[in-house]
T-cell receptor
């Protein structure tokens, strides 16, 4: 079975630009979460979506937005990119939105902002 | 505030030299503790979920244990391919996010 997939794998942008990252969850999973991981740190939570609705949001500015589509895939958008947005962006899926549900991660999108 | 702390930050072992990684947490009403392995530039790979104090789970050379305040990941007779960063995480109270520690980077040399 296919795991979580993300595209693109790598991306280079300049300050002020906008970027869209894409995620397809494991088949049958309805919940998608986004995390940002900078070098040397653990992943930091950005958003969770379940059944196309935002269920949680981390401590990130409004430049970050996301949505989930009827097929449960998801997009993360970041506007007005800053140098500090350079990171590995991870998507995770789980079958339901419960605290004890295991989240399975994709390979990530490496974003470099110059 | 919910918090996860992992120690040590880095660990160097010789092949066959067993050791343990620590994950301590401060959350009210624990609803699971998760261990992941992450290779450089890759996404975290799920290893274990522990739900209650006293629970243990094993996979090959890895064994995870849980107490009321911390979890240990024991590595028995490690091999170079066990080299990776090991992350632990707990769910937040709302169940909307995992709170991660910074990880322990394990290096095993032959």
């Amino acid at each position: 079975d296919a795991g979580v997939t993300q595209s693109p794998t790598h991306l280079i942008k300049t300050r002020g630009q906008q970027v869209t990252l894409r995620c397809s969850p494991i088949s049958g999973h309805k919940s998608v979460s986004w995390y940002q991981q900078v070098l040397g740190q653990g992943p930091q939570f950005i958003f969770q979506y379940y059944e196309k609705e935002e269920r949680g949001r981390g401590n990130f500015p409004d430049r970050f937005s996301a949505r989930q589509f009827p097929n449960y895939s998801s997009e993360l958008n970041v506007n007005a990119l800053l140098l500090g947005d350079s990171a590995l962006y991870l998507c995770a899926s789980s079958s339901e939105q419960r605290r004890q549900e295991t989240q399975y991660f994709g390979p990530g999108t490496r974003l470099l902002v110059l | 505030e919910d918090q996860v702390t992992q120690s040590p930050e880095a660990l160097r072992l010789q092949e066959g030299e067993s050791s343990s990684l620590n994950c301590s947490y401060t959350v009210s009403g624990l609803r699971g503790l998760f261990w992941y392995r992450q290779d450089p530039g890759k996404g975290p790979e799920f290893l274990f979920t522990l739900y209650s104090a006293g629970e243990e789970k094993e996979k090959e050379r890895l064994k995870a244990t849980l107490t009321k305040k911390e979890s240990f990941l024991h590595i028995t007779a490690p091999k170079p391919e066990d080299s990776a960063t090991y992350l632990c995480a707990v769910p937040n109270q709302a169940g909307t996010a995992l709170i991660f520690g910074k990880g322990t980077t394990l290096s095993v040399s032959s």
